[in-house]
């Protein structure tokens, strides 16, 4: 399925999740202090889904929208 950019932010944070693991690609995770990212590829942009550790709770599921970071992500994306 292809999905833009902005009709992927009209959902909500559990809709976009929901998208997330059924089309979404991995590329890769990390923890940072009580915070677990995860980076999604999405059709053609990438994804950050940031959850709170402590809570067991999902922060945000938002596009990346540095150009910095998302030639990090292409680079490391297989």
Do not use: W
């Not at 992927?8 to 693991?21: A, D, E, P």
């Not at 990390?30 to 995860?38: D, G, M, P, V, W």
């Not at 889904?49 to 994306?77: C, E, G, M, W």
Request: aromatic share 12%; net charge positive.
């Amino acid at each position: 399925m292809k999905i833009t950019r902005g009709e992927y932010c009209r959902f909500s944070l559990q809709g976009r999740v929901q998208l997330l693991c059924c089309s979404g690609r991995y590329v890769c995770s990390a923890t940072i202090e009580n915070k677990y990212l995860i980076v999604y590829k999405l059709s053609d942009f990438y994804v950050e889904v940031l959850t709170d550790l402590h809570n067991h709770t999902i922060v945000h599921a938002r596009p990346v929208l540095s150009l910095q970071l998302t030639a990090f992500y292409k680079k490391i994306s297989f």
